[in-house]
């Protein structure tokens, strides 16, 4: 008996299954939140963060 006879009578397809749709369930969650209307300014305000100047960062802490 070989053991890809054992693991083929196990019944764990099922598993490969259930992890392909959390799969798809979360990637479909994810690009449902990127592009869901309203996300546009959060997105905005996110993206300049790093260009703002309010407050000092560690680099510029560490040279006071």
Excluded: N, Q
């Excluded at 209307?37 to 790093?50: E, K």
């Amino acid at each position: 008996m070989k053991l890809a006879d054992v693991m083929s009578g196990a019944g764990l397809s099922i598993y490969a299954v259930v992890a392909l749709l959390l799969f798809v369930i979360a990637f479909l969650a994810i690009v449902v939140r990127t592009y869901a209307p309203g996300s546009t300014a959060r997105y905005d305000a996110d993206a300049r963060i790093p260009f703002s100047d309010d407050e000092p960062g560690p680099a510029s802490r560490a040279r006071e």
